[in-house]
């Protein structure tokens, strides 16, 4: 969003597109970014892509000739205070003062974030661990190894999801149409896309409650014949990059219910909902129902670092053999300086509770929305 704000809304010029607005600097530099990055780094699917930014500060963006912009995507999700937020800033520079990178080896900040951690998701810090890695991918793929080695067997997926890009998380997720070889499809169980609770748009045209959530009977019942070779259920408390659909906390209460009747580990994929962004430090918490592994990343370090972590059962992550799990950056001292700022940022400040009204005032835009296209999927 460029121009002059001081100006009247009247009197505001129409813009051009951003494709004929993009002036020599800008250009240039993106013809240099295509010259040397290879084809899939080039986001043109994207609608802003083809922009080339310089700076950032708080939720404004500038380009290479000096156009501004509201930055709404926010890295998808991993600068949630804003591009240079001065308290991470701040906390940043003094790590990288004192002490820059170690690989495994233990540091004050890798403690106290693991504990701090563990008390802010509300688990017993006598039973339960914390195993650090980078990026969202690398932790599911983490947690995946986890739940494999303390309970053999097939890991299912949940309706329209998405859990990463690597080789063995893009067999997570649906649709599955650019799938390598290569992906581990012959160990995942992926429940049908439409058996999904999205009650705005109910393939059954039943209205929640009153359904009782008949449009997931099929996925429940999956679970109940292949119980023996079922793993894992992994599973995001709202779909993310797949719509941002928020089914009723009901259905992850009866997911629980069902996969631990049976012995099925929950891992809830809180990369996206998590740490504020739902209004609560995850949305697990907030839908009344707790999870055998949690995975968080993205804002934990507010971009600045890049830090992931699964947080559960001390016996589920010690399944690991010693040794199978390792990564070079995995918890630096200066990605965990940085994100025991977000903590306390989160525990302290309005952040939560700015979320969850802003959220509050989307989803009434999004409701009359519907309404107008849509009047019968509105839940009665």
Not at 269 to 297: K, M, N, Y
Not at 306 to 319: F, K, T
Not at 332 to 356: D, F, H, I, K, Y
């Amino acid at each position: 969003m460029s121009g002059d704000r001081n100006r009247p809304l009247s009197e505001t010029p129409i813009e051009p597109p951003i494709e004929t607005k993009i002036e020599t600097q800008s250009a240039s530099w993106l013809e240099r970014f295509r010259h040397i990055q290879p084809k899939s780094s080039a986001r043109d699917h994207d609608p802003k892509f083809g922009i080339v930014y310089a700076r950032g500060a708080g939720s404004r963006l500038w380009d290479m000739d000096g156009n501004d912009y509201i930055d709404l995507t926010c890295g998808y999700s991993a600068t949630n205070f804003g591009h240079a937020f001065p308290p991470l800033v701040a906390a940043a520079t003094r790590q990288l003062s004192q002490l820059t990178h170690l690989t495994g080896e233990a540091h004050i900040g890798r403690i106290e974030l693991a504990e701090r951690l563990v008390q802010l998701l509300g688990f017993d810090i006598a039973t339960t661990k914390v195993l650090f890695n980078t990026t969202g991918a690398r932790a599911i793929e983490s947690a995946w190894k986890a739940a494999y080695a303390y309970r053999p067997g097939k890991l299912m997926t949940i309706g329209p999801c998405f859990h990463g890009r690597s080789i063995a998380t893009q067999a997570l997720g649906q649709p599955s149409g650019s799938l390598l070889p290569l992906a581990p499809t012959s160990q995942v169980i992926a429940s049908a896309a439409e058996n999904y609770p999205h009650c705005a748009a109910c393939r059954l045209n039943l209205h929640f409650p009153s359904c009782q959530l008949r449009c997931v009977d099929s996925v429940f019942e999956s679970i109940a014949q292949q119980a023996e070779s079922i793993s894992a259920v992994l599973v995001e408390p709202a779909a993310g990059a797949r719509g941002y659909i928020f089914p009723p906390s009901e259905f992850f209460q009866q997911l629980r219910s069902v996969t631990a009747k049976r012995g099925i580990l929950l891992i809830a994929d809180e990369i996206q909902t998590g740490l504020g962004r739902c209004g609560s430090f995850t949305l697990s918490q907030r839908q009344a129902w707790r999870p055998d592994l949690i995975v968080l990343g993205k804002s934990l370090a507010g971009g600045i670092a890049p830090i992931s972590v699964v947080v559960g059962r001390s016996q589920i992550l010690d399944a690991i053999m010693p040794g199978a799990e390792s990564e070079t950056f995995a918890a630096s001292p200066l990605a965990t300086a940085v994100a025991l700022e977000v903590l306390s940022q989160l525990e302290s400040g309005p952040w939560m509770q700015r979320g969850a009204k802003l959220g509050e005032g989307l989803r009434r835009l999004a409701t009359d929305a519907l309404a107008v296209g849509y009047p019968e999927r509105i839940p009665k």
